[in-house]
C-alpha cells in the first residue's frame, strides 16, 4: 500500500491516472444527479400542495451544503498532507479543491435565499447556519485571495495552507457564537434536521443528489488539478512530450 | 565540527536551481560558493542557515539533521545577508545590544562600546543608524561578528559597501576567526585576498 | 526566555515612541468613526444607545485592522525578522512579545477612549464599564488573531486590505460576544457571561495564535 501511494505522489504519474479515472466520475454524476432529481420529481408522492412544491429546490440546496462543507475539510486534509510531508502535488489537490467548493457554497446561499422566500417569507436570515456558510464563503474567498496574491509558488501553497487549517480550527467557534449569541439562552433557529422524520422518496432523492454532486466535485477536481499540474510543471520534459501539449 | 550537505537540491518556484550537490566543511575551512547572478548562491546560503528547507537531500552538523537540532544549530550559527538588519531609528549601540542579547551572548556595555570603536564607528555609535552612510550601516552590522561566539558564519557578499579600509578589516576579521578553528561560508563578486591554499570552492554553475 | 520577551517588548515600544505617528493614527481612526456615525444614522437618543456597542466594536475592529499591517512589516523589510527567526530563541516567545507591544500601542489605548463612547452615544456609567471591560478583554484577541493574518501577507501586493479579508471573517466571535455583552448589560445587567467567554475564547488564541503565527511567518520569509 504505501508504496502505491508515494508512486502517484509525483505529478508525472499522477496526472495520466487522473486523466483515465475521470471519465468514471463523468458518467456517475450524471446518472446520479439526473437520476435523484427525476426520482425527486417524479417519485415523490403528490401530498403537497401547489406552494410547497418548492421545497424541491432542497434537492440542490441541500447537496451542495454537505458538498461545501464536506470540501473545505478536504481542502484542509490536503494542506495539512502538504504542510507534514512537504508533497507538491497535494497543494495542488487543495488549490484545485478550492473553487469548487466555494461554487458550491454560493450555490447553497443562492437556493437558500429562493427556499427562505417561499417558506419563511424573506430572502435572507442571519440565521446561523446560513450566516456560517456565509463565513464559509469567506473563507474560501481568503483561501483562494491569498494563493494568488503571491507570486512565489511554494510560499503561496503553505502560506493558504495554514491560512485554511486556522479557518478550520476556528469554524466551530465562529459557528457556536453565531448560533448562541446570548450565552444565558442558546436557541437554535434553522429547523433542526431530522433525516427521519422526512418522507422516504424525498430523502432518496437528496440523499442520491448529494452523491451526484460529490461524483461531479472529484470530476471537476480532477480536470483542475491536471490543469494545474501542467500550468506549473511546464517545463519539465514529461509535460513537454505529451500528445496535448505537443500540438 | 562539521557540517555537511547531502544531496540537496533547491527550486525556486517551479524552477529547479541545483540538485544533487555534496559538500562538507570543517572547523578551520573557508567555503566559497561561486557562481553567475541567479543561480541560487543566496538560497543555498538561506538553506543552510536554516531559513528555509531544501527541496530535497539533507543538511547535518556534526551528523546530525539541522532540522532536529533546531535551536542548537542556531546557537552556532551567524548569518548576514543582503539586508543590514539594522532598526533605523534605533542607534547603532542599541541594535547591538538587541542582537546580543537575543544570540545569548552575555557581554558588558564597554564590550558593546570597544566593539563599535574597532568596526570603525567612534562617534557614531549614539546617532540613529537611518542617518549613517550605507558603508557605516554595513560596519554596524558587522560589528556583531565581533562579538559572536558562534562556530559558523555564513555571510552573504559581506564586503558590498564597504570601503578598502574595511574591506581589509573584514577579511582579517575572518582570517582571526578561522584561525581560532572556526567556519566561514560566503559568496561573493569582489575579488578579495583570502588565505588562498585552504579555500574550499563549490560552483554552482557547473551542476 | 523571560529576558527575550522584555529585550523585544522594549524594542518595539522604543520604536513606536520615536515614531508617534503610528500609534495616534490607529487611536484617531476610531475617534473619527465612533464620530461619524451618529452625524450619519441620526441624532435620536434611544437609536444610539441601542447601536453603541455594535459600532465601538466595528471602529475598534477597523482600527486594529490598520495598525496591524505595521506589525511584522518593518522588520521584514530591514532584515530584522530574518535575524530573529535565526537566533536561538523560540519564535513564539518572539512573536508574543510582539503582539504585546502592538496591544499596548493601539489596543489599550481604546480601552481607555471608552467613555468617549459613552459621552457620544449617552451610555450610563455601568455600560461604560462594561463596555471597557469587553475591549479590554476583545482586543488583545484582536491583536493575537490578526498577527496571523499579518504573517501571512508579508510583503504581499495589497497587504492591508488582503489581512481584512483573510481575518475579519475570523473576527466575529469576538464581535457577537463583546458587542452582546454591553448590549445585555444595557437591557438587563446580565454582561458576566458574555465576559467569560470571551475570556475563554482570549485564553485559546493566547496558546494557539503565537505558534499559528510563528509558523506563518517562517513560511513568509523563505
Request: charged fraction near 15%; include cysteine.
Amino acid at each position: 500500500m504505501k508504496i502505491n501511494w508515494f508512486k502517484y505522489a509525483a505529478p508525472s504519474t499522477f496526472y495520466p491516472l487522473a486523466g483515465k479515472i475521470i471519465p468514471f466520475f463523468a458518467w456517475s454524476a450524471l446518472l446520479l444527479i439526473v437520476g435523484g432529481l427525476y426520482w425527486g420529481f417524479f417519485q415523490t408522492p403528490e401530498l403537497l400542495s401547489d406552494q410547497k412544491q418548492y421545497y424541491r429546490i432542497l434537492y440542490v440546496h441541500v447537496g451542495s451544503a454537505w458538498m461545501s462543507m464536506w470540501l473545505y475539510i478536504v481542502l484542509v486534509a490536503w494542506a495539512l498532507i502538504g504542510l507534514v510531508f512537504n508533497t507538491r502535488l497535494s497543494y495542488m489537490m487543495a488549490m484545485a479543491t478550492a473553487p469548487t467548493g466555494a461554487i458550491f457554497t454560493f450555490l447553497t446561499l443562492w437556493t437558500g435565499a429562493f427556499w427562505g422566500k417561499t417558506s419563511w417569507g424573506t430572502y435572507w436570515d442571519w440565521d446561523p447556519r446560513m450566516t456560517t456558510e456565509l463565513i464559509l464563503l469567506f473563507l474560501y474567498v481568503g483561501y483562494m485571495a491569498l494563493q494568488s496574491a503571491i507570486d512565489d509558488t511554494r510560499r503561496s501553497d503553505k502560506a493558504s495552507a495554514l491560512l485554511a487549517l486556522v479557518g478550520l480550527v476556528l469554524i466551530p467557534v465562529i459557528f457556536w457564537s453565531v448560533n448562541c449569541p446570548d450565552p444565558n439562552q442558546c436557541a437554535a433557529l434553522h429547523q433542526q434536521s431530522s433525516m427521519s422524520n422526512i418522507e422516504p422518496n424525498i430523502r432518496i432523492a437528496w440523499l442520491v443528489t448529494a452523491v451526484g454532486f460529490w461524483m461531479f466535485s472529484f470530476m471537476v477536481i480532477l480536470m483542475r488539478v491536471r490543469n494545474i499540474i501542467l500550468d506549473r510543471d511546464q517545463h519539465t520534459s514529461w509535460v513537454q512530450g505529451l500528445d496535448e501539449v505537443r500540438k | 565540527m562539521i557540517l555537511q550537505a547531502n544531496n540537496i537540491s533547491c527550486r525556486r518556484g517551479e524552477r529547479l536551481l541545483f540538485s544533487n550537490l555534496n559538500f562538507h566543511i570543517q572547523s578551520g575551512e573557508l567555503m566559497l560558493i561561486e557562481g553567475r547572478n541567479g543561480c541560487g548562491k543566496t538560497t543555498l546560503l538561506r538553506t543552510l542557515a536554516m531559513l528555509r528547507q531544501p527541496d530535497e537531500g539533507q543538511i547535518t552538523w556534526n551528523d546530525e539533521p539541522i532540522d532536529k537540532l533546531a535551536e542548537e544549530y542556531r546557537q552556532h550559527l551567524v548569518w548576514m545577508g543582503h539586508h543590514n538588519a539594522l532598526k533605523g531609528d534605533l542607534t547603532a549601540i542599541e541594535n547591538l545590544r538587541v542582537a546580543t542579547c537575543l544570540n545569548n551572548i552575555n557581554c558588558s556595555e564597554d564590550e558593546l562600546w570597544t566593539a563599535l570603536e574597532t568596526i570603525g564607528l567612534y562617534g557614531y555609535e549614539d546617532l540613529p543608524t537611518r542617518v549613517l552612510s550605507q558603508g557605516q550601516k554595513r560596519r554596524a552590522a558587522l560589528a556583531f561578528l565581533l562579538l559572536s561566539q558562534s562556530k559558523l558564519w555564513v555571510l552573504d557578499e559581506p564586503f558590498s559597501a564597504l570601503d578598502v579600509k574595511a574591506v581589509d578589516f573584514l577579511q582579517s576579521i575572518i582570517r582571526k576567526h578561522i584561525e581560532k578553528d572556526g567556519m566561514v561560508i560566503l559568496t561573493t563578486h569582489q575579488e578579495v585576498a583570502l588565505m588562498s591554499d585552504k579555500i574550499k570552492r563549490v560552483q554552482l554553475d557547473a551542476l | 526566555m523571560f529576558k527575550t520577551f522584555k529585550t523585544i517588548l522594549f524594542r518595539d515600544l522604543t520604536l513606536a515612541m520615536r515614531r508617534k505617528t503610528d500609534i495616534l493614527s490607529a487611536v484617531f481612526f476610531f475617534i473619527i468613526v465612533i464620530s461619524l456615525f451618529p452625524l450619519g444614522v441620526g441624532l435620536d437618543k434611544t437609536v444610539l444607545i441601542k447601536i453603541a456597542p455594535g459600532i465601538a466594536w466595528v471602529a475598534a475592529l477597523l482600527a486594529s485592522m490598520l495598525a496591524l499591517e505595521r506589525l511584522f512589516a518593518g522588520d521584514y523589510e530591514d532584515g530584522t525578522l530574518e535575524q530573529m527567526l535565526i537566533t536561538p530563541q523560540p519564535m513564539t516567545v518572539i512573536v508574543l512579545a510582539k503582539v504585546v507591544a502592538h496591544w499596548l500601542l493601539t489596543g489599550l489605548p481604546l480601552v481607555l477612549i471608552v467613555p468617549l463612547v459613552g459621552l457620544q452615544y449617552h451610555l450610563s456609567g455601568e455600560a461604560i464599564l462594561v463596555m471597557m471591560m469587553a475591549l479590554l478583554l476583545g482586543t488583545p484577541i484582536l491583536s493575537l488573531l490578526g498577527a496571523i493574518g499579518a504573517a501571512l501577507t508579508l510583503g504581499v501586493r495589497g497587504g492591508g486590505i488582503l489581512i481584512s479579508l483573510l481575518i475579519l471573517p475570523l473576527y466575529i466571535p469576538v464581535l457577537v460576544y463583546g458587542s452582546g455583552a454591553v448590549s445585555a448589560s444595557l437591557i438587563a445587567g446580565e454582561s458576566q457571561a458574555y465576559l467569560l467567554l470571551l475570556g475563554a475564547f482570549l485564553i485559546l488564541t493566547l496558546l494557539f495564535s503565537p505558534i499559528a503565527t510563528a509558523l506563518a511567518l517562517k513560511i513568509s520569509s523563505e
